[in-house]
C-alpha cells in the first residue's frame, strides 16, 4: 500500500528465517519452471538469460534473450476507410506483447501507475483462445471407435470447442464461427460446455450392451425407416428390401446383408427418436460386420451399406469416421462406375436406375458432409456423365420391368433426388471456389450468388416458398433444401462478413460506398446477415409455430442449420452493438432460444444453449437510456490489430495466428486484416502456403 501511494513505510519488515520444508517447495519450484521452460521454449539458454537479467539490473531494459523481429501493425480502419483515431481510453486497451507467454505476468510489461485489472484479466482470456490449436503435429488425428469421453464430438462439427482429436475443419465449418466468436467474447472459456458426468457415460454404454430388441421394434425401426429417411433419400427399394426381409426373396451375402440391415435399424431407430443406446446398438452391429472380406470386395450392396452406415455415423457424433466410411463408399462406386451412364450396356431399366439412385445418393452425402467439415468435396463431375434418377412411383417400376416408365409431375421421394443432386452439383462448384486457395473478391462472390440465384429459380414453385399444402415430409423436404441453400450463401459471403466485421467497419452502413469492390463487400455483408436470419426464422417456423412433433432426422437438420446462422448475428452484435439493426439480431436470437429450449432433450440443443448463453453479449435494445453507448468500446477490435501474440516464436506467419484463433481459415483472408504483415499481401497470400496447408 505504501509502496503503490509513493508514502514512507512505517512498518518494521518481519524477517523470518526460511524453514528447510520452504527452501525444499523453492528448490521444487525452480526444477518445475527449468523443465517447462526445456519444453516449451527449448532454444532459450536460461543460465545465459538470467546472466543478462541480473547485469540489467532491477530498472534495466526488459528484453527477451531470443529477440523477436517486430512487425508493422496496421491501424483499425473505420467506416470510411480511414485510419481510426486512438480511443483517449487506448492506453488500458488489452494490447498483448509477442513476449508474453501464457505463463508469464502480464504486469511486468504494464506501467506500474496504470490500473491493470481488466487488462490483465482481458489479456489471459485472448491468451486462452490463441492456444486454441492442436498441441502437436499429431494432433488432428482421432479415435472415435469408443467414444467414452465424448468431449466435442459433434457430427454438425460446429460446437468443436477443442481441435485435439477432432481432425481437420475448414474454414466453411461452423467450428471456424464458433472460434472467432469465441474471441470477439474475449476469449470466454467453453471448456466445460461439452463435459458429461462419468458415471452417466457409463450407465448408457451398460444399456447399450444390455439392449436386446425385441421383434416388434424390429419391424417398428424398418417402418420408420421407410416412412422418414426413405422419403428423403431413397437409395433402397423399398418393395425389395423388405421381401428380403421377410425371407421372400434371398438378400445379398450375409455380412454384406447384416451391414445394410443393421444401418437401416439404426436410422430407423434414430428417426423415431429412441435413446442413443438403441441407436448405437444397431450402430455396432453394422461395424461389427465389416472385415477384409468387404473391404476387398466391391457391390451396389456394399456403396450403400457404407453410405448409409457414414450418415448414420455422423448422426451419432462420429463424423470423422463418417468421412472414412464415405471415402470407401466413393471409392468402391467409382470402381463400379456408377459414375457412368455407359448407354450400350445391356442391363435392365430398373438396374440402371439403381445405380443412378445409388450414384446420386452417395453425392449427395459426400458432398453435404464435406462442407459441413469444411473440406475439399471430393466427388467432381469429371467424367461424370449419369443421369439424374427418373421421378416415379415405385409401384411403377420393379425389377421385372422390360421399360422405364415416363417420369410424373408429382411429388415423389425421387423428386426430392433430383433437386439435391441438382443443388449439390451447382453449390459444389460454387462452395470449392469460395474456399479456394484464392478465394473469389466480394463482386466475383456476387456472380456466384447469381448462379445459384438463375438455379433456384428453376425448382417448381411448392419448394420454393411458403406452400399451405406442404406438409409431413414434403415440407421437411423443402424446409432442408432451403436450409441448404441458406448455408452455401452464408459461406459465400461471410468472409465479407467477417472482414468488415473484424476490422470494425459497419456491416449495414448508412450510405453506399462509392468504390466499387467496397460496395460488392457491403452487399455481401448484408446478404450472410439476411441468410442467416432467413434460416432462423424458417427453423422457428418449422418446428415452433407449426406445432409439429419433429422426428429425430428433422430435428438434427434443423439444429445442425440453425446453429451455423446463430453465429451471424452474435458476431455482429460483439462488432457492430450500435447498428440500427441490433434490435432485429436480438429477436432472431429470441426465436433461437426458443428452439432450442423446445429441444432442451437433445444433448446438442442444450450444449449449444450453454454456449448461447456464454457468448451473447448484453446489448440494450434501441431506446433504453443506456443505448446511446452500446458497442462504443471496441478496444478488443484494437488490441486485436495491435497484438502479435499469435505470431509465435520466430514469427513463421504460416504457422502463428492459423492454427490459433483461426486454426481453419485461409490466408488471404487473415491478409485483409494484418495487411501490414510481410508475405501477406493481398491475393498473393496463398504464396505463403505450404505444401501442407
Not at 18 to 41: C, F, G, N
Request: aromatic residues 8%; negative net charge; proline residues 7%.
Amino acid at each position: 500500500m505504501c509502496e503503490r501511494y509513493g508514502k514512507a513505510c512505517k512498518y518494521a519488515q518481519y524477517n523470518a528465517r526460511p524453514t528447510r520444508e520452504h527452501i525444499a517447495h523453492l528448490q521444487d519450484t525452480s526444477e518445475s519452471l527449468r523443465r517447462v521452460i526445456a519444453k516449451y521454449l527449448p532454444d532459450i539458454d536460461l543460465d545465459e538469460a538470467v546472466r543478462r537479467v541480473e547485469e540489467e539490473g532491477e530498472d534495466g531494459p526488459s528484453r527477451s534473450p531470443t529477440p523477436q523481429p517486430q512487425r508493422p501493425v496496421s491501424h483499425l480502419r473505420g467506416s470510411g476507410g480511414g485510419e481510426k483515431k486512438a480511443s483517449p481510453h487506448h492506453h488500458i486497451s488489452p494490447h498483448i506483447s509477442p513476449h508474453i507467454s501464457p505463463h508469464t505476468n502480464p504486469s511486468s510489461h504494464i506501467s506500474p501507475h496504470t490500473d491493470t485489472t481488466g487488462e490483465r484479466r482481458a489479456a489471459a482470456r485472448t491468451v486462452e483462445v490463441f492456444e486454441r490449436q492442436p498441441k502437436n503435429a499429431a494432433g488432428y488425428e482421432w479415435n472415435e471407435r469408443h467414444l467414452r469421453t465424448p468431449r466435442g464430438h459433434d457430427g454438425t462439427s460446429t460446437l468443436a470447442v477443442d481441435p485435439d482429436g477432432q481432425g481437420y475443419l475448414g474454414f466453411a465449418s461452423g467450428a471456424t464461427l464458433l472460434r472467432i466468436l469465441q474471441f470477439c467474447a474475449g476469449g470466454v472459456s467453453l471448456s466445460d460446455t461439452d463435459s458429461r458426468d462419468p458415471r452417466e457415460r457409463e450407465r448408457r454404454i451398460r444399456e447399450r450392451e444390455e439392449y436386446r430388441p425385441s421383434a416388434i421394434e424390429l419391424e417398428s425401426f424398418i417402418d420408420s425407416y421407410f416412412n422418414n429417411y426413405h422419403l428423403q433419400y431413397p437409395v433402397l427399394h423399398q418393395p425389395t428390401f423388405r421381401a428380403q426381409w421377410a425371407n421372400v426373396v434371398p438378400h445379398p451375402p450375409d455380412e454384406q446383408w447384416q451391414l445394410v440391415l443393421n444401418v437401416v435399424l439404426g436410422l430407423g431407430a434414430f428417426c423415431a427418436s429412441q435413446p442413443d443406446y438403441v441407436i448405437n446398438h444397431f450402430l455396432e452391429c453394422a461395424v461389427s460386420s465389416i472385415n477384409v472380406d468387404l473391404i476387398e470386395a466391391g457391390s451396389l450392396t456394399l456403396v450403400q451399406g457404407f453410405t448409409i452406415l457414414a450418415n448414420l455415423a455422423q448422426k451419432m457424433n462420429k463424423p470423422n469416421a463418417a468421412y472414412v466410411y464415405l471415402g470407401i463408399a466413393g471409392r468402391m462406386a467409382v470402381g463400379l462406375g456408377l459414375h457412368r451412364e455407359l448407354p450400350f450396356w445391356n442391363i435392365s431399366p430398373f438396374e440402371r436406375e439403381v445405380r443412378r439412385r445409388v450414384w446420386w445418393y452417395l453425392w449427395v452425402v459426400d458432398a453435404g458432409s464435406s462442407v459441413t467439415f469444411g473440406r475439399p468435396i471430393l466427388l467432381t463431375m469429371n467424367e461424370c456423365d449419369v443421369n439424374y434418377v427418373v421421378n416415379l412411383h415405385d409401384p411403377s417400376f420393379t425389377p421385372y420391368s422390360t421399360d422405364s416408365p415416363q417420369p410424373v409431375d408429382e411429388i415423389t421421394p425421387y423428386a426430392n433426388l433430383i433437386f439435391q443432386s441438382q443443388f449439390h452439383v451447382v453449390g459444389g462448384e460454387l462452395y470449392n471456389q469460395a474456399t479456394s486457395v484464392r478465394p473469389p473478391s466480394s463482386t466475383e462472390t456476387l456472380a456466384m450468388d447469381a448462379e445459384l440465384g438463375r438455379w433456384q429459380a428453376t425448382l417448381p414453385e411448392w419448394i420454393q416458398a411458403a406452400h399451405p399444402s406442404a406438409s409431413g415430409w414434403v415440407g421437411f423436404m423443402r424446409q432442408k433444401l432451403l436450409w441448404r441453400i441458406c448455408n452455401l450463401r452464408i459461406i459465400l459471403h461471410r468472409r465479407a462478413f467477417l472482414e468488415r466485421a473484424l476490422t470494425g467497419k459497419p456491416l449495414l452502413p448508412e450510405q453506399q460506398p462509392e468504390e466499387e469492390e467496397e460496395a460488392a463487400e457491403v452487399e455481401c455483408a448484408r446478404l450472410c446477415l439476411v441468410n442467416a436470419r432467413d434460416t432462423i426464422h424458417s427453423v422457428h417456423e418449422f418446428l415452433i409455430q407449426s406445432g409439429r412433433v419433429w422426428t429425430g432426422l428433422e430435428g438434427w437438420y434443423a439444429l445442425h442449420y440453425l446453429f451455423h446462422a446463430c453465429f451471424v448475428p452474435l458476431i455482429a452484435l460483439h462488432t457492430n452493438r450500435a447498428s440500427p439493426v441490433v434490435e432485429q439480431w436480438l429477436d432472431d436470437l429470441a426465436k433461437a432460444r426458443e428452439v432450442l429450449e423446445a429441444m432442451k432433450a437433445e444433448p446438442l440443443a442444450e450444449r449449444f444453449l450453454h454456449i448461447l448463453d456464454l457468448l451473447q453479449p448484453h446489448v440494450e435494445r434501441p431506446g433504453h437510456e443506456d443505448s446511446a453507448t452500446a458497442g462504443a468500446d471496441l478496444s478488443w477490435l484494437d488490441a486485436l490489430q495491435h497484438s502479435t501474440a499469435w505470431i509465435g516464436s520466430g514469427a513463421d506467419t504460416t504457422g502463428g495466428f492459423g492454427p490459433g484463433i483461426l486454426p481453419f481459415a485461409d490466408l488471404n483472408t487473415l491478409s485483409s486484416l494484418w495487411s501490414g504483415l510481410e508475405g501477406w499481401s493481398g491475393g498473393d497470400g496463398a504464396a505463403a502456403l505450404g505444401p501442407g496447408s
